[in-house]
């Protein structure tokens, strides 16, 4: 079983920084990718970057693109987000996961319900 410390998120201005972090203990082995998701309510909960854990390949969803930085430390079992520029559109409750256990691909890597260990969820709030 894996446990998941999740910590940063909190208020700021629009253009302001944030920075969240993830934590993982227990059963750590055989992570193939891990991720970053954001959810609104009333929305579906939605890939914001994720990475491969072997390679460090790592991609963004579309908002994220020049603004976020996404990194892991193997060694720590620690995932990171780095968010500048943000804006209030980047609004909502930040989850860090992780896959285990399994082979990830193309198809898992951006799908919430491939992953299999999750963070608590931290609230980022950006006003105007």
């Known amino acids: 079983q894996v446990q998941v410390a999740e910590s940063g998120g909190g208020s700021v201005q629009a253009g302001g920084s944030l920075r969240l972090s993830c934590v993982f203990s227990?059963?750590?082995?055989?992570?193939?990718?891990m991720g970053w998701f954001r959810q609104i309510p009333g929305k579906e909960r939605e890939g914001v970057a994720v990475?491969?854990?072997?390679?460090?390949?790592?991609y963004y969803g579309d908002s994220a693109k020049g603004r976020f930085t996404i990194s892991r430390d193997n060694l720590r079992n620690r995932l990171d987000l780095q968010m500048n520029n943000l804006n209030p559109e980047d609004t909502g409750i930040y989850y860090c996961?992780?896959?285990?256990?399994?082979?990830?691909?193309?198809?898992?890597?951006?799908?919430?319900?491939?992953?299999?260990?999750w963070g608590q969820g931290t609230q980022v709030t950006v006003s105007s």
């Open positions: 227990g059963y750590t082995y055989n992570s193939n990718c």
């Open positions: 996961a992780a896959r285990y256990g399994r082979m990830c691909g193309a198809a898992d890597i951006w799908t919430p319900g491939r992953y299999n260990a």
């Open positions: 990475i491969y854990t072997g390679s460090g390949e790592s």
